[in-house]
């Protein structure tokens, strides 16, 4: 069973283009969450999905950031026109269940590094 | 806010020696309290947790205590290996079903042969 798979792992952008990173969660998952950590700090929550709808999006920034997981294919994050401060490590987590309890189940992927020029 | 401070690295042991990571939380009611380990190129894993006060979390030697008077969750080894070399997150997560994990920044460990 595959683990949780984000790619890309490293993701180059100039300013104002897009970015769309793509998290496969594990087979079986139909919970998703992404976090972002920015350098020198922890990870902090962006948004839980759940197939075809956003759970809580508390965390995400109100302009330019969007997050999907459709039916069928991955869950995506779509940054638009980038800027110097999106320059972070984002994080994908899987889980089978909608109250993780004591997270066993809850699996994260390898992150990916996007860096915008 | 909810927040999680963790001593910072980075931190660099010869093998064998003991290891304590300081981790200190900040929420409302009572929240459960965990360890995260990302091995280099890896995801963040589950290392151990507690779910309510005194509640000793352990795995792969490591352990660590809910203590609800100091607010506190530190993570200890008593003999490390170079194969710890890795980066630790102190988190918590609220009670009410939220599903949001509160992280601290994370400590970078270096065990030398």
């Known amino acids: 069973n595959a683990g949780v798979m984000q790619n890309p792992r490293h993701l180059v952008r100039r300013r104002g283009q897009e970015a769309r990173l793509r998290c496969s969660p594990m087979?079986?998952?139909?919970?998703v969450y992404w976090y972002r950590q920015l350098p020198e700090e922890g990870l902090k929550f962006m948004v839980y999905?759940?197939?075809?709808?956003?759970?809580?999006e508390s965390g995400m920034p109100k302009e330019r950031f969007s997050a999907e997981f459709p039916k069928e294919g991955p869950s995506i994050l779509r940054i638009q026109q980038v800027v110097r401060g999106d320059s972070a490590a984002y994080f994908c987590?899987?889980?089978?269940?909608?109250?993780?309890?004591?997270?066993?189940?809850?699996?994260f992927g390898s992150g990916t590094q996007l860096s915008v020029l | 806010g909810d927040s999680v401070t963790q001593m910072e690295g980075p931190v660099t042991l010869s093998e064998e020696a003991f290891l304590t990571i300081n981790c200190t939380y900040t929420?409302?009611?009572?929240?459960?309290l965990f360890w995260y380990v990302q091995y280099p190129g890896e995801g963040l894993q589950l290392l151990l947790k507690?779910?309510?006060?005194?509640d000793k979390g352990s795995n792969k030697g490591f352990e660590a205590t809910y203590r609800k008077e100091t607010t506190s969750f530190h993570l200890e080894k008593g003999s490390v290996q170079v194969s710890d070399s890795a980066v630790y997150f102190c988190?918590?997560?609220?009670?009410?079903?939220?599903?949001?994990?509160?992280f601290g920044k994370g400590t970078k460990l270096t065990v030398n042969p």
């Open positions: 987590a899987s889980s089978p269940f909608q109250g993780g309890g004591t997270n066993e189940k809850l699996f």
């Open positions: 087979k079986g998952h139909s919970h």
């Open positions: 999905l759940q197939k075809e709808n956003i759970i809580d």
């Open positions: 929420a409302t009611g009572y929240p459960s």
């Open positions: 507690a779910t309510k006060a005194d």
């Open positions: 988190a918590l997560k609220t009670q009410g079903g939220s599903e949001k994990l509160v």
